[in-house]
């Protein structure tokens, strides 16, 4: 399957407003994602009406508002496992267990 260029996004996403912005996921974790940036919100809502569920390239699109404080809970929650991880080797080095 072929990957879908920041141009051809604006392609899409531009047909419902002006956009600022756009940042697609270049990692492991974020491959695959996008952030669409609108000049208006109500842009960005008629986005979200019209291209949810929308078929680009054989995928759909999953379109939904950026939302802060469940991506700082993501965060959050993967700083807490990387402490346990290293709690847990710290643990298992102490008592020499593999």
Request: hydrophobic share 35%.
């Amino acid at each position: 399957m072929r990957h879908i260029s920041s141009e051809e996004l604006y392609d899409i996403f531009g047909k419902y407003g002006a956009i600022r912005q756009i940042r697609m996921g270049v990692n492991n974790d974020t491959r695959g994602t996008a952030f669409v940036v609108y000049e208006d919100i109500y842009d960005a809502k008629n986005a979200v009406d019209h291209l949810s569920g929308f078929n680009v390239c054989g995928r759909y699109l999953i379109v939904l508002y950026y939302q802060a404080n469940k991506m700082q809970q993501r965060k959050s929650a993967a700083v807490d496992f990387d402490k346990q991880k290293q709690e847990l080797q710290d643990l298992k080095a102490k008592y020499d267990v593999e």
